[in-house]
């Protein structure tokens, strides 16, 4: 079988790779590669066990290409917050991290994450996988769809969009519909004390997270934006405000506007369009594509060799009516999920 894989980051990738071990013929569609140079974080701290199990499935993934660096996640909570229900991850709860500020009703949860040279190991799958560096875009032809890229049609058994934050996008100029919707995400560059470098920060009390890069560099942000309409006034004056109150001197360096997208339920979606025969989505990672994209292209090459499972992820599950992506809770969040059961 042939099969079109249209999007060359995380998502279509793996999900070429993972046909590619099965059998299939597999043309990759890739445009460019825009990952940034430094390391993208895996976590396997998050509320809900299926995403947790997704996310060691991507580290085993990830290990077969390079081998991650560990850090310490901080994930900071209020003291009140019922904590029963993370058995499922190891994890040590206290009131006192060296070099992070905490208030007295406030704890923080420890556990580990990883960083993963995400950009080093797409690059090699796509120059492994032969991707185009084309950018190409959908068309329907009654119950089948085809892409278009470099001026010619390319047809496929199946076609699995797999374009991150374009998908809808690229859906909708085909008059397609997907349960998916793009926003803008925003970060900082900061340079930090050394006792932070070795910190992957969640703050659900002031709002933020922060991740570690080279040394003195920290990334940091929050927040959720309509596509298209920039960062808000004083974003980094506001992020540096924000986290020099946890860590203390916080320099910004530059702001960094990116593009997400999410799923009606706040989290990823995979399977076929229900209105189309070889149509497949893998999308709606909502940041998260570095920790569950890996393993979630793994299930969508079993659903198209026949042995799938129906999980809470697929894509024939999800509301079809619209949705606000900023208004969404995110699944993989501790604030929106922990705070919203207390």
């Known amino acids: ?11 279509g990738v793996f999900t070429a790779h993972f046909l590619k071990e099965r059998g299939f013929e597999v043309v990759g569609i890739g445009g460019e590669v825009t990952y940034p140079l430094a390391s993208l974080v895996l976590t396997t701290s998050m509320p809900f066990r299926e995403d947790v199990e997704l996310a060691r ?3 085993e993934i990830y290990r077969r290409f390079a081998e991650p660096r560990e850090v310490v996640s901080v994930d900071i909570l209020p003291r009140w917050v019922d904590l029963s229900n993370i058995s499922h991850i190891p994890h040590e709860v206290v009131d006192r991290v060296d070099g992070v500020r905490l208030s007295p009703d406030e704890i923080a949860v420890i556990t580990k994450d990883y960083l993963i040279p995400v950009r080093a190991i797409v690059s090699s799958l796509r120059k492994a996988l032969k991707f185009s560096n084309s950018y190409g875009f959908l068309k329907a032809d009654g119950r089948r769809v085809y892409v278009i890229a470099d001026g010619r049609r390319i047809e496929g058994d199946v076609i699995v969009l797999a374009a991150g934050y374009r998908n809808s996008i690229i859906a909708r100029e085909a008059g397609i519909e997907l349960p998916l919707a793009p926003y803008e995400c925003y970060a900082v560059a900061f340079i930090v004390g050394r006792k932070v470098w070795r910190y992957s920060i969640g703050d659900y009390v002031l709002g933020w997270y922060g991740r570690p890069t080279m040394p003195p560099i920290y990334i940091a942000g929050n927040g959720c934006g309509k596509y298209g309409e920039g960062s808000p006034p004083n974003y980094t004056k506001r992020m540096a405000n924000l986290i020099s109150q946890r860590i203390g ?3 910004p ?3 960094k506007v990116g593009y997400c997208e999410v799923g009606p339920h706040g989290g990823p979606l995979y399977g076929k369009h229900p209105l189309f025969d070889n149509l497949y989505i893998l999308g709606g990672f909502n940041g998260y594509g570095s920790t569950v994209g890996p393993a979630l292209a793994e299930r969508l090459a079993d659903l198209l060799e026949g042995r799938g499972i129906d999980d809470e992820f697929r894509i024939e599950r999800a509301p079809k009516a619209q949705f606000d992506p900023c208004q969404v809770a995110e699944r993989h969040d501790w604030g929106a999920v922990l705070l919203r059961n207390t």
């Open 1 to 11: 079988m042939k099969a079109v894989i249209l999007g060359g980051g995380i998502a």
């Open 57 to 59: 499935r991507s580290l």
């Open 249 to 251: 001197t916080a320099i």
């Open 253 to 255: 360096l530059f702001l």
